[in-house]
C-alpha cells in the first residue's frame, strides 16, 4: 500500500502536479490520494459510479508548462452518487493528466464506466476524475451473443487494474457488487493523511540530503 502511495508521490513530482493549481487566482484540487489495491476497494472510495459515452476528444490546457485535459461525456447510466448532484443523461467533464499509462485519455464515442470524484476547476463546472487514476477507469464490452436488446449483457474491463493484469467485471454483478462495498467517506480521509505524512517524510528526507 505504501508503496503504491510513494509511486504516485513521485509521479506527481515529476509531472509538476501537485494538490492544488492556483489558476487565474483559483484553486482546483486534484490530489490523487486513493490506492485501491481491488476491486472492492475501488468502489468503496468511489462517491459516483457511471457508465458514459465520451462526446468530444480531449481538450487541452496549460498551467506551469504541464498540460490537462477535459472531455465531455454524457451519462448513460448512473450507478451511484452519493451526493445527488448528477442526473440521467447530465453531461459532465472528465479531467485528466496527460500520463501515458497511467492516466490514459478517453476517445471520442467511446463507452466508459468511471468511478469518479467531483473537483474544482476554474471556468468550469460539474468537473470530475477518476478515482485511481487509470484503475478507476473502464472500457465497455457488449456481449454480441446476446439476442436480446433491451437487456444486453456488457462486461467492463481494464487493461492494466493490477500488476499488468486484466481486470473484467460483468454487468450482471456489478450493482450487486456496489451495494455490497458502499463508499466509505473516512477511507478517502485516510489515504489522504497518509499522503500527507509521506510527502512530509520525502521533504524531510530531501532537506537533509541538502
Known amino acids: 500500500m505504501k508503496k503504491i502511495i510513494i509511486l504516485l508521490i513521485i509521479i506527481l513530482s515529476l509531472c509538476g502536479c501537485s494538490n492544488k493549481i ?3 487566482n ?27 459515452k465520451v462526446l468530444e476528444n480531449p481538450e ?35 479531467f485528466q493528466n496527460d500520463l501515458g499509462d497511467i492516466d490514459p485519455l478517453v476517445n471520442k464515442n467511446e463507452n466508459i464506466l468511471c468511478c469518479l470524484v467531483k473537483i474544482e476547476v476554474p471556468g468550469y463546472e460539474n468537473v470530475y476524475r477518476t478515482v485511481g487514476l487509470y484503475k478507476g477507469k473502464f472500457k ?19 487493461e492494466n487494474f493490477n500488476k499488468n493484469e486484466k481486470l473484467t467485471i460483468d454487468s450482471k454483478d456489478l450493482k450487486e457488487l456496489i ?27 530531501n532537506m537533509n540530503k541538502n
Request: charged share 40%.
Open 140 to 158: 465497455v464490452e457488449n456481449d454480441k451473443s446476446s439476442n436480446s436488446t433491451s437487456n444486453v449483457s456488457k462486461k467492463y474491463y481494464n
Open 60 to 94: 487541452s490546457f496549460n498551467y506551469k508548462d504541464q498540460t490537462y485535459y477535459l472531455s465531455k461525456i454524457k451519462v448513460i447510466d448512473l450507478l451511484r452518487d452519493s451526493d445527488a448532484l448528477i442526473n440521467e443523461k447530465d453531461e459532465i467533464l472528465l
Open 22 to 24: 492556483d489558476k487565474d
Open 26 to 52: 483559483s484553486v482546483v484540487d486534484v490530489e490523487l490520494a486513493e490506492t485501491p489495491s481491488s476491486f472492492e476497494e475501488l468502489l468503496e472510495q468511489s462517491p459516483v459510479i457511471l457508465e458514459a
Open 179 to 205: 451495494k455490497t462495498n458502499k463508499f466509505k467517506k473516512e477511507v478517502n480521509q485516510k489515504s489522504k493523511d497518509e499522503m500527507e505524512d509521506l510527502k512530509e517524510q520525502e521533504l524531510i528526507k
